[in-house]
């Protein structure tokens, strides 16, 4: 498996300005589905605005978009629908927030799932990250705040960053619009299958765990051949999450 | 539906769930963040990592010291109280000339000229028509002004400092600190309120400040309070004194409301909210420049106008229910009279009137409706002169010709003090109720919501009533 | 109106207000005590004595008729008569004095166990009530859920296996696990372990124990054990406790060098200008609370500082991981650190 890695620069050359169409609420006849996740206070719902051209509101506080927001955009004659997940700090608790994004991604199966970080607190924000690789294997990272970032004078190095999740990873300042464009040129790779990711796996699990969870991976993957994300789904099943063992009953995955 | 036979996985995975103890969640979680550590040692620089980036710091200091913060907090938050009461004087006057002294008027006319039958006209143009108009210019310029500034503030992140400086008041009545915020948003609009629980992320603490928005004298109630006070409590002191002590007494019961609000929130969480779970945490964002217009613009459409949207469809029935039972009748008397006379005892007895209860019965949809409904029925049992006639709206221009009117239905000092109290303590408003419903999902939950002030607010007029009377 | 009074009107309010208080005030409240009296129907004495025999048999104890009634809270005929149907129904017999549990009667007082230790399980994991009233929610509950019910309610647990206090949860079929560990006072001085099970009765002992800071889960190292005394470090603090009252705590023995840090302290007497390495969460935090600061990055090995001291003394706002998490001391006390 290959994972082609694009740099902004890379992309925004390919980037076809007349092929891109904001279609707002319009959401009807897409073809992809595009999940929008991230922690609180990252600009998520300025980057789903900036997509959609939408003018959802946003406030400087965790815990804002309880309700799903929906909207959408055209680009190179594919229509794209762009959920906005709530922001959240993790997918692994029992919270109402945490339960939607956590089914959206599972169960929604997106085309494309983009998580947005904040860049100055890359640390914090790679929790919500780690978790989501290990769900789908089809991300993009949005590196948002590049402008505030550049005034604290964090620097990031995109290209190994991208190595080291295996998704391709944008830099974007998505309140002046910039590396708006490479985002949705990246998405619409991932989505047509130009870009095949290579989703870092969690490493730092103690041996007991990661005993169990191979057991269990395995017992998984003989009832189901074709799953992608059965660690998950055994972290899961650790856990107890009812909505699995429901959604592994009727079939739900495959 | 497919049934796949899944037991065995299941089976499996209690067994090993037991096996490797109720660490799991701990050391997965600390694997992650241990992954995180390596990628970031790997692919970022900090001139100087891990310290707060200095211009937040800076700010959080002040806003947060022991001495600046809490005048700096009163001053903010005074100030947007301030503009929004006194700023939308003008633009409130300038829609109820245009919707209630020119449209109303035109209409009226309009359908007397195709010889629209007097009922249907009455129905629709003295009561859906006037209540919906009444309820834009009330609620519409304050609202305009409030939410924007509110927006702009919690844009720029200084909400979340509110709430950290507040959050030991509240932690004593078992609630949480961005209590304080939805509590501001209150002030606004308790449906607004209501909504903003969400940033709330607690159940327990989030029920109780649903449960208590209503304590927060909302931009409906802000009118009627400052009207009465001027009229009659004015009035008891010598001239010069009389704004500063109309002001107070609203200030007063304001104030109250907080009170209220503390009480009942430590009632609720020491009696039937004693089992919900109740975590918290708080984050304190990094400050950020608001993009003025684009608040400005988000915030009148979110907020603004679905509100005045919900508050619209809710008055539209209450002013045709208004317009109904003062011209049905029943035997000689219309309905609205009968409704008055039962339930005039009741009133005495809290220190009020069957107009005053009635009012309010037929404006649960919105409170601005409540002073012109009541001047409405005082004008229609009384029968004096004055008004625009049965199940007709209004208000005066003049505040004295407005106490003239109230204290010919019989009110005193005692009944205005009252009013304003109950205006203070009784059921939130049907769009607030309906957003209590959305919000908590129970009927439970929105019932207690409803009834609880209104029974408060029975008690502490019943009590004010006797101990008036007793000296 | 003629006939009116303020005064009478206020004495009308009171008497009702008074009349309300006395009916509805909290547990001895005239409906609460009905309501209690008509529920503690022979179903309830029945279940009790099963439960009593269930416990006695199980700690090797023998019942007769009189230890019984003076356990159990209900009068004297009453015990009779429903001892007299379980015979008949078969759920238990006489061995002479002896009072003892038949096959039947086994499993029917292995099911109430069952109910009563998931709620507590329930309680303790998914609720806000404290820790001393588990318990006695616990011993109402166990009358009023049926099996299914409880079926349902362990599958939403996760199935969990032992109590908040470390007492085995019977399985569906009837299967008790093993509670692994010794008596605290039988650890030498110097061991490290676990503790694995707290036990809650008698009351009186049980209370002393809640004071401490002991937690279920917590490792513990003993560093005193004589006939007078027996000392231990948990968490950072140092417990002494009576030989009796350390008799209720099992602990198993970890026999591999476990590090147990010596310099522990709690995040909330951190100072301003001062930063430490979190050593970990306190076991007395559980559930949705545990998660959410593990969500929010106090996991172990971080490096945590005070970013704002609030100007009401709490809470204050903790930098971690690059973020201003505002935590009140009661949590802050939760998080275990190490100064640096």
Known sequence: METKVNSACETCEHFNKEGLKKLGIQTDNFDFVVALAGNPNTGKSTVFNALTGLRQHTGNWPGKTVMRAEGGFEYNTNKYKL??????????????????????????????????????????????????????????????????????????????????????????????????????????????????CKPHRIKNVPSNIEKAVRTLTAEIEKEFPNIPNSRWIAFRLLEGDKEIIKALKSGEFV | MKKNNIDHIIELSNELRWQIGDEFHDNLTEGIYADAADIVKDTVKTSDSEKRFRLDAKIDKIVTSKYFGFPIMFLILGTVLWLTIVGANYPSSLLANLFLDTIHPWLRSGAESINMPWWLSGFLIDGVYLAVGWVIAVMLPPMAIFFPMFTLLEDFGYLPRVAFNLDALFNKSGAHGKQALTMSMGFGCNAAGVVATRIIDSPRERLIAIITNNFSLCNGRWPTQILIATIFIGAVVPESFSSIASLLAVIGIAVLGMAFMFGVSWALSKTVLKGEVSTF????????????????????????????????????????????????????????AWLINGMDGF????????????????????????????????????????????????????????????????????????????????????????????????????????????????????????????? | MNNYNPLVALAIFFLIVGLLYVIFRPVKGWFWLL???????????????????????????????KTLVQVLDFNHGRIVEAINKMTINDLIYFDSDILKLTEN????????????????????????????????????????????????????????????????????????????????????????????????????????????????????????NNSTRIVFRSEGETVKLAPIVAANLTVARIEKEVAIEDNVARLSSLEANETAKIIGISRESRGESRRRLLDLGFVKGATVSIDLVNPLGQPNAYLIKGTSIALRNDQASKILIKKD
């Open chain 3, 35 to 65: 309501k209690k009296s008509i529920k503690s129907n022979e179903k309830v004495i029945i279940e009790d004595i099963l439960k009593q025999l269930y416990h006695f048999e199980d700690s090797d104890n023998k019942v007769d008729m």
């Open chain 2, 281 to 336: 945490n708080l984050e304190l964002p990094p400050y950020r420049p608001p993009r003025f217009w684009k608040t400005i613009y988000t915030s009148l459409i979110d907020r603004t106008l679905i509100v005045l949207w919900r508050a619209i469809v809710f008055a539209a029935p209450a002013g045709a229910v208004i317009w109904l039972i003062s011209n049905l009748h029943i035997g000689d008397e219309s309905i609205a």
């Open chain 3, 105 to 224: 009667g086994r499993d029917y007082a292995l099911r109430i166990v069952r109910v009563h230790r998931l709620w507590e399980r329930y309680l303790a994991d998914k609720t806000g009530f404290h820790k001393t009233e588990w318990h006695d929610r616990a011993e109402m509950m166990e009358h009023k859920l049926s099996h299914d019910d409880a079926d349902l309610l362990s599958a939403k647990l996760g199935n969990p296996k032992f109590d908040p206090h470390g007492d085995p949860i019977p399985t569906k079929s009837g299967k008790v696990a093993e509670v692994t560990g010794v008596e605290l006072p039988l650890l030498p001085v110097g061991a490290v372990g676990r503790i694995t099970h707290i036990e809650d009765e008698p009351d009186v002992i049980y209370k002393q124990i809640l004071a401490e800071n002991i937690h279920m889960g917590s490792l513990i190292k003993v560093i005193e």
């Open chain 1, 83 to 196: 959920v906005d997940l709530p922001g959240t700090y993790s997918l692994l608790s029992t919270s109402e927030d945490e339960a939607a994004a956590r089914d959206f991604i599972l169960f929604g199966k997106p085309d494309v799932t983009i998580i947005v970080v904040d860049a100055n607190r890359l640390e914090r924000n790679l929790n919500l990250v780690l978790q989501i690789l290990e769900i789908t294997d089809k991300a993009v990272l949005c590196l948002n705040l590049m402008d505030e970032a550049k005034r604290n004078k964090v620097e990031i190095d995109v290209r190994t960053l991208s190595k080291d999740l295996g998704i391709p990873v944008v830099p974007a300042s998505a309140r002046f619009n910039k590396g708006i464009p490479e985002l949705i040129q990246t998405v619409s790779e991932i989505a047509s299958g130009q870009i095949v």
């Open chain 2, 347 to 471: 009133g005495f007895l809290i220190g009020l009137n069957g107009v005053i209860l009635l009012a309010y019965i037929v404006a649960i949809p919105a409170n601005e409706i409540v002073i012109p409904t009541i001047l409405m029925l005082t004008v229609m049992v009384t029968g004096i002169g004055g008004g625009a006639g049965a199940g007709v709206m209004f208000e005066l221009d003049s505040i004295n010709a407005t106490g003239d009117i109230l204290k010919a239905g019989g009110w005193t000092l005692l009944t205005a003090i009252n009013l304003m109290l109950f205006s203070l303590l009784h059921n939130p408003c049907s769009t607030t109720i309906y957003t209590i419903y959305k919000e908590t999902n129970s009927v439970k939950w929105t019932t207690v919501a409803s009834i609880m002030p209104v029974i408060l607010g029975f008690i502490v007029c019943f009590l004010v009533a006797q101990i008036w009377r007793l000296f």
